[in-house]
C-alpha cells in the first residue's frame, strides 16, 4: 500500500496532471472548463430535436477531443455524469429511457480502443443499447458539407439485432457533437422504422454558431 502511494506521488510529481481543456498545471479537470458544460439547450435546425449541452470551440472542443483522440478516458466518467443531468431535462423523455450511441466508423473505433460515445453512455448509469452500426463505405465526415454528409450516410447506418433494447423502450440517442444534422436523422430514421420513439437527440456540443452557450 505504501509503495502504491509513494509510486502515485513520484508520478504527479514528474508527469503532474494538466487541464485537457485550458492545459492548467495540477489538475485533471478544472472548474472552468467543466462549466462550460451547461444544461440541454435545443439546438436549431430541422429534423430530430437535438440538444447539446455546450459550443463545439475553445476549451470544450479541446476536452471532446482530449477524451476522444488523445486517450483521456478518464474524462468518460465526467461527461457521463453531465448526460445524468441533462436526460430528465430533456423534453418528452420518460423515466426510463435508454440511451443508444450513435455509431463510429469502425476502423475510427478500433483506434480509439472502442466506441468513445458508448463509454459516456455507459458512465451516465442509464440503460445502454449500442444498436446501431455503420455499414462499410461511410467516409470520416470532417471536410464533408451538409450534403456530401447526407449522401456519405444514405443507407449506411444499420441495426445490431442482438443489441437492441427492449420493444417499446423509449430512446435519447447520444453523440458527441452535432455539425448538420446528418447523423442524427439517419440515427433516428432507423430507430424509428425499427418501431422505437426517439422523442430526443442528446450531443455532448454543437458546432453550429447559434448555440446558446455561445
Do not use: Q
Request: charged residues 15%.
Amino acid at each position: 500500500m505504501a509503495a502504491g502511494i509513494v509510486e502515485a506521488v513520484l508520478i504527479n510529481l514528474l508527469f503532474p496532471p494538466r487541464c485537457p481543456g485550458c492545459g492548467t498545471w495540477g489538475v485533471r479537470l478544472c472548474a472552468r472548463c467543466l462549466a462550460l458544460f451547461g444544461m440541454p439547450k435545443r439546438v436549431p435546425g430541422a429534423g430530430p430535436p437535438v440538444f447539446a449541452l455546450a459550443a463545439y470551440g475553445g476549451a470544450a472542443r479541446e476536452l471532446v477531443l482530449a477524451f476522444k483522440e488523445r486517450g483521456r478516458r478518464e474524462l468518460a466518467a465526467v461527461f457521463g455524469a453531465l448526460v445524468a443531468a441533462a436526460v430528465p431535462r430533456l423534453p418528452g423523455v420518460g423515466p426510463e429511457p435508454w440511451l443508444v450511441p450513435a455509431p463510429s466508423r469502425a476502423s475510427a473505433a478500433r483506434a480509439r480502443g472502442g466506441s468513445h460515445v458508448l463509454r459516456v453512455a455507459r458512465a451516465s448509469g442509464f440503460s445502454t443499447a449500442p444498436a446501431l452500426a455503420f455499414t462499410p463505405g461511410v467516409r470520416d465526415s470532417v471536410r464533408l458539407d451538409a450534403a456530401s454528409r447526407r449522401a456519405n450516410l444514405a443507407g449506411r447506418v444499420r441495426l445490431v439485432p442482438d443489441r437492441l433494447p427492449p420493444p417499446g423502450a423509449p430512446l435519447v440517442l447520444l453523440d458527441d457533437v452535432v455539425t448538420t444534422g446528418s447523423t442524427a436523422r439517419a440515427c433516428v430514421s432507423v430507430l424509428k422504422a425499427a418501431g422505437y420513439g426517439v422523442p430526443a437527440v442528446l450531443t455532448l456540443t454543437t458546432a453550429r454558431r447559434t448555440h446558446p452557450h455561445g
